[in-house]
C-alpha cells in the first residue's frame, strides 16, 4: 500500500482519518496512518490543550487540523457579519418552530448555568472566516503536517503560512471543477468527496468522481473520501488512481470516539439506506442518520432550514438540549430526534473496535483483496 502520499506525509500506510476526537487521530497516527483533527467546532483554547496533547500522545509522528472556511456563507460578500447581526436575522418563525417541537417531543430547557456554546455564543459566528482566524492562528503554532478546508478553496493566508511553515495543504472537492479551482489556488493534496460521505458533500458518487479528479489533476495526489471504512474500499480507492483514502464516519462508533452513546448505539444498528442529505443542521446539504429531527425539517409545516450560518446559529441551543436530554436514553422523545453527521457506510458499521483495530483490519483485508485479484490472473 506504498504510495507517494506515504513519502509525503510520512507514513506506513496512506490511511487518513478524520475525526473531532483527539484520541482517534494519536490511535490512527500511533497505528501508522494518519490523523486529522476536526477543528470547527472547537474553541481556540480548546484546539490548543487538544493540539499540545496529540503531539506528545504522537511522539513525533504526523498529524494534521481541518478547519472549515466555506467560500460562500450569509454576508460572506459583505466580509463577514456580526453574530448579533446575523442572530437578527433569523425569523420568529423559525425560533417558534424549533421550540414548538422541543415541547412536542419534550425536550427540557438548558439549566442557566450552562452557559452558551461556541455556535450559539457571543463570539465570532460559527462557520465563517471570522471564526477561522483564531483557529488557524493555534493550529500553526502546533507541529502539525497537513491543514485541510473544506467547502470552497482554503483562503489565500491559509496556503500562505501553512507553505512558509513547510505544512502542506489540502482541500475536499465534490466535482471536478472544485478540485482544479483548489489546485490553481496553490493546494498540494486534494480528497475526492463522493456523494455516500457522511458531513456536507455533493452528488456525484465516489466511484465516479474519484478517477474523474485524479485525471484532472494529476500529478497533484488525490486521496478518495466517501464510504470507505474497510480494506475492500481501500483497495477499490487505489484501483481507481487515488493515492490513499480519507476516511470519517468509520471512526465514529470506535471505543475512542466520543459520540454521543444514543447516537452510537443509531449508527450501530443502521443500514445504508438510514442516511440522507439534509440542511437541517448546518444551513447546507450534509449527509446525516435520519431521525425525528431531519423528518421534521422536511415535514409540512417546516419552515425550511435557513442559510449558513444562522442555521447552526438557530438550532445551536436546541441540539444541545437533545443531546443533554437523550444521555441517560430515558427521555424517548430526545432519543428519536438525536442524530448525527454520518456516511452510508454507517450499515457496515456494525460493532464498537478500536480504531486501532479498524485500521489493521483495512490493512489485512487489502491484503487479502490483493492476493485475490492476483490470482485471478493465474485463472
Ligand atoms: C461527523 C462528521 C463530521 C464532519 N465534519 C467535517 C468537517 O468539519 N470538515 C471537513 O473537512 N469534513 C468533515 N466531514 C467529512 C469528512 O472529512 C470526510 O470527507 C467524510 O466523512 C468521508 O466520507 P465517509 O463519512 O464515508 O468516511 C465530516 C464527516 C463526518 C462523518
Known amino acids: 500500500m506504498k504510495t507517494n502520499v506515504c ?4 507514513v506506513d500506510v496512506p490511511i487518513l482519518a478524520f475525526t473531532h476526537c483527539r484520541d482517534v487521530v494519536a490511535a490512527v497516527t500511533k497505528a501508522g496512518g494518519f490523523g486529522v483533527l476536526g477543528a470547527a467546532g472547537h474553541t481556540p483554547e480548546q484546539l490548543d490543550v487538544d493540539l499540545k496533547w496529540i503531539t506528545d500522545e504522537v511522539a513525533g509522528k504526523p498529524f494534521g487540523v481541518d478547519i472549515i472556511v466555506p467560500a460562500k456563507y ?37 439549566p442557566k448555568s450552562d452557559g452558551l456554546n461556541v455556535m450559539g455564543g457571543d463570539g465570532e459566528p460559527p462557520m465563517t472566516y471570522s471564526q477561522a482566524v483564531p483557529l488557524m492562528d493555534v493550529a500553526f503554532s502546533h ?7 473544506a467547502l470552497g478553496p482554503p483562503p489565500p493566508d491559509m496556503i500562505a503560512r501553512a507553505h512558509e511553515q513547510g505544512i ?70 487505489l484501483a481507481l488512481g487515488a493515492q490513499g483514502v480519507w476516511c470519517g464516519s468509520v471512526w465514529l462508533t470506535t471505543l475512542e470516539a466520543e ?57 445551536s441551543e436546541a441540539s444541545r438540549r437533545v443531546d ?33 483495530r479498524v485500521v489493521e483490519n483495512m490493512i489485512s483485508e487489502y491484503v487479502d483483496v490483493m492476493d485475490r485479484l492476483e490470482s485471478l490472473n493465474d485463472q
Do not use: C
Open 259 to 315: 459520540t454521543h452513546p444514543a447516537v452510537k448505539d443509531k449508527f450501530l444498528a443502521a443500514t445504508s439506506s438510514d442516511t440522507l442529505r439534509s440542511r437541517s443542521r448546518t444551513g447546507k446539504p450534509a449527509r446525516q442518520l435520519r431521525s425525528a429531527w431531519t423528518d421534521e425539517w422536511e415535514g409540512a409545516d417546516s419552515p425550511g432550514t435557513l442559510p449558513m450560518p444562522l442555521q447552526p446559529m438557530l438550532i
Open 7 to 10: 513519502e509525503i506525509l510520512g
Open 143 to 149: 507541529p502539525i503536517k497537513l491543514i485541510v478546508n
Open 324 to 356: 443533554r436530554a437523550a444521555l441517560n436514553g430515558e427521555n424517548v422523545g430526545a432519543v428519536k430526534l438525536s442524530n448525527y453527521f454520518v456516511g452510508q457506510i454507517v450499515g457496515q458499521m456494525n460493532e464498537s473496535i478500536s480504531a486501532t
Open 74 to 110: 450569509e454576508g460572506s460578500d459583505e466580509g463577514g457579519k456580526s453574530a448579533a447581526d446575523l442572530r437578527a436575522m433569523i425569523p420568529q418563525g423559525h425560533r417558534d418552530f424549533l421550540e414548538n417541537m422541543m415541547d412536542r417531543y419534550g425536550v427540557p430547557e438548558m
Open 168 to 237: 502542506l495543504v489540502g482541500a475536499l472537492a465534490g466535482k471536478k471543477s472544485h478540485a482544479v479551482r483548489h489546485v490553481a489556488a496553490g493546494v498540494d493534496i486534494i480528497i475526492a468527496q463522493g456523494h455516500e460521505a457522511g458531513g456536507h458533500t455533493g452528488e456525484i458518487g465516489t466511484m465516479v468522481l474519484v478517477p474523474e479528479i485524479v485525471d484532472a489533476v494529476h500529478p497533484i495526489p488525490v486521496l478518495a473520501a466517501g464510504g470507505i471504512g474497510t480494506g475492500r474500499q481501500v483497495a477499490a480507492s
